[in-house]
Nanobody, 123 residues
Framework: QVQLVESGGGSVQAGDSLRLSCAAS????????MGWFRQAPGKEREFVAA????????YYGDSVKGRFTISRDNAKNTMYLQMNSLLPEDTAVYYC????????????????WGQGTQVTVSS
């Protein structure tokens, strides 16, 4: 069982930046593909970004491409999401997730989830 804890959320202005972190309890963190998802009130969970176990492959949702960067540090059992040029529509609870195989964009394929961290972007 992998426990994931997100941090780094907060309230910012449009155009600002934030960096989210996802710390994993499992020392075999490097075996997992990882992803970031977000969910705004009244909306379905949306794929944000995913990264392979090695960090060598990444994949982004269309709404964040060019603004967000996913990365990981396997030595620290931690994944990151650097969010630049934030927009009010980026407001959501952001979740990190781990998957045993691959690094998919569909939420149902992920095996473990964190509790989420709130990001609020005001105009």
């Amino acid at each position: 069982q992998v426990q994931l804890v997100e941090s780094g959320g907060g309230s910012v202005q449009a155009g600002d930046s934030l960096r989210l972190s996802c710390a994993a309890s499992d020392p075999t963190f490097s075996n997992y593909g990882m992803g970031w998802f977000r969910q705004a009130p009244g909306k379905e969970r949306e794929f944000v970004a995913a990264i392979s176990w090695s960090g060598g492959n990444t994949y982004y949702g269309d709404s964040v491409k060019g603004r967000f960067t996913i990365s990981r540090d396997n030595a620290k059992n931690t994944m990151y999401l650097q969010m630049n040029s934030l927009l009010p529509e980026d407001t959501a609870v952001y979740y990190c997730a781990a998957v045993i195989a691959g690094f998919p964009s569909r939420a149902y394929e992920y095996d473990f989830w964190g509790q989420g961290t709130q990001v609020t972007v005001s105009s």
